[in-house]
């Protein structure tokens, strides 16, 4: 009976180490499929992620001492601006798609798709002058200062939702209905 019992117990601790093995390497997996190897979009990922945590610095620090927007906005007029953003909304959510980037030795060109979702704090009004949500079409230019990746001029225009193509995730969801 013991054989029995302790070939038992062996299947079990088989059947949990497998289960735990597929676990891991899944959520392995995840983590090795979304942190970016290339360093420009890695550079993607932290502007996304500081915009969303409302990071003015850490975008701030990823922009040149020259940057320059299309409209001839510096640096300092970009800090502003991400400043009076960040602090008329409560919270927003930026989905990236359409991602592109032409790559020569040290500099780069990054053309990305961007969606806007956000709430505006419920002060003076600003609901009704803020868009709850936007899509924009992103070219960045980009140099590598060292071994970093840096943007030096950022251009920009908002779409309309009749001129900007479905994310492949919602088309192929739209296909199957």
């Known amino acids: 009976m013991t054989s029995a019992a302790d070939a038992g117990r062996l299947m079990i601790s088989r059947r949990v180490f497998a ?10 997996m995840l983590i090795l499929c979304h942190e970016p190897h290339d360093p420009i979009r890695a550079l993607l990922v932290q502007l996304e992620s500081a915009a969303e945590r409302k990071d003015a610095s850490a975008i701030l620090s990823r922009l ?3 940057f320059r927007c299309a409209s001839g906005a510096s640096r300092d007029d970009a800090a502003s ?15 990236i798609y359409d991602v592109a980037v032409e790559r020569e030795e040290s500099r780069a060109v990054l053309r990305c798709r961007v969606d806007f979702c956000g709430k505006t704090r419920s002060f003076g009004g600003l609901n009704a002058l803020l868009p709850p949500s936007a899509m924009y079409r992103f070219d960045l230019r980009l140099v590598l ?31 199957k209905t």
Request: avoid cysteine; hydrophobic fraction near 40%.
């Open 145 to 175: 200062m060292g071994d970093r990746w840096s943007v030096r001029e950022a251009h920009w225009e908002e779409l309309s939702s009749s001129s900007a193509p479905a994310p492949a995730s919602q088309m192929a969801t739209q296909a």
């Open 64 to 66: 040149t001492p020259d």
């Open 19 to 28: 289960t735990l093995a597929l676990a891991f390497s899944s959520a392995l």
């Open 81 to 95: 601006l991400l400043h009076r953003y960040f602090s008329a909304y409560e919270t927003f959510r930026l989905d």
